[in-house]
């Protein structure tokens, strides 16, 4: 009886060795991201990667000659797989907020990105403090529009958060939401032009100091300077030599500044 | 839906990573599991409390907390402990976090079904074997360890399925399954329903398959007993 149980505990403690697999012996930037939100991220059908920050992070690579290998991280574990060491750099339209600034080197900003709700195109809402009170309004979990929300219109909005974009549309759709608040760019793209005339921005695009005024970057852990300072310099080349305006037009139909 | 149709390719090529997890964690559970319940029968005290002990937790972890345990947890002890003894630290890739979860969690409901299974082997054939002179080792894998696996089918297939779908829990470490990548494609097409529909006919498609052999296994080992 003892042998069997010995084999089989080896046997067990062999599978889970050949499981773990190796360690990699190559440098290799690897750059996290989530593929669910395009124009930033998506897939194609043949599943490689696109999305303007897909082609800004291999110009950045390319023209700090570095080998970058892109990675498609769940945006609910992008960080935790960013702080241990799963992934080097997280390239997923973040914006640049003091609080990450406190743990992480932002290269950027490589977009400014003002906030905004989209609603449904038969709404009647206006945008304003007033116009929502008493109303529930939909973002994702964990971001910089959240935060906005918490910070300024607590107490006057119910805010509903999702792990994703499209979860927080879907219950916009369903009317459990009056509005989703998120970031004009991607909502234009991703959902206005997308399907025409059935969602609508209302109200001003909303740029804070605090959480929208500072533009997008990517985000690398402070430790790793070199890095940091990389993809810092790589950024600086693709703004100057053009490429980055190029990728503006590629992906959100017209050309934006960095700034 | 037509938006998703292009995609149908690249959420159905993520079945091979569901279907290999969950073969792989099944077999690991089944291994462990096998290991934990001779333990708990056997007449070593100190080894059954440790058994008893390990499916006690396990049966009331949940897979997910589990699977970020296993996934973030372990590569941070594997840092801390190759920094120690100065070695390049292993990685865990997302697939072997899930596979590992999954064997050591199920481990813990397939301990419970084989000790189940023993006891249910009537001591009447044990003893016939040990009547007609075979040896212990004999009457262990021609008489106990058969009857076990037969007994025990129903209750794995059932473990099988439920692996198979919580292995869908790995997609939010990064696994590209087909959870995760209905999901991507949901993202990219805004066409939620076409891609998660696709990725339960996946799911269908598989436990079909997973029954009818369940089923026939159950069919050839009925022998001398009434079938239900």
Known sequence: MKQISYKLLLAAISLAAILSGQASAETKVLVGTDASNPPFASVGTDGALQGFDIDLVNAICAAEKLTCEIQNIPWDGIFAALDSGKTQVVAAGLNITPERLKKYAMPGPYLSSPFAYIAPASSTLDGTKEGLSGKTIGTVAASAMEKYLNANMAGTINVSTYDSWDAAVLDLDSGRTDAVFGELIALQVAYIKAKPGVYKIVGEPISDPTYSGQGKGLAIPKDDKTLSAAFDKGLATVIADGTHAQLTKKWFGAEMPAK | ?228
């Open chain 2, 1 to 228: 839906m037509l938006a998703t149709l292009p995609f149908l390719g690249y959420i159905v090529e993520g079945l091979m990573v569901t279907v290999g997890a969950t073969l792989v964690g099944f077999a690991g559970a089944l291994l462990i599991g096998a290991t934990l319940s001779t333990l708990i029968v056997g007449s070593n005290t100190l080894p059954r409390y440790v058994a008893s002990g390990y499916v006690t937790v396990f049966r009331a972890l949940p897979e997910l907390l589990f699977v970020f345990i296993v996934y973030y947890g372990l590569d941070i002890a594997m840092r801390a402990l190759a920094a120690r003894i100065g070695i390049a630290p292993l990685e865990i890739s997302p697939f072997a976090a899930v596979t590992i979860a999954l064997a050591m969690q199920f481990a813990a409901y397939c301990a419970e079904i084989f000790r189940d299974a023993r006891t249910a082997i009537p001591g009447g054939l044990i003893e016939a074997g040990e009547a007609i002179g075979l040896s212990g080792t004999k009457v262990r894998t021609r008489i106990v360890l058969p009857l076990m696996f037969i007994n025990a089918t129903p209750a794995l297939g059932n473990i099988f399925l439920v692996i198979l779908k919580v292995s869908a829990l790995a997609s939010v470490i990064g696994l590209e399954e087909v959870t995760r990548r209905a999901k991507v494609v949901a993202g990219t097409t805004k066409e939620p329903f076409g891609a998660f529909a696709v990725a339960g006919i996946c799911f269908l498609i598989v436990t079909a398959l997973a029954t009818a052999l369940q089923h026939y296994i159950e069919r050839r080992t009925t022998f001398g007993r009434s079938v239900a």
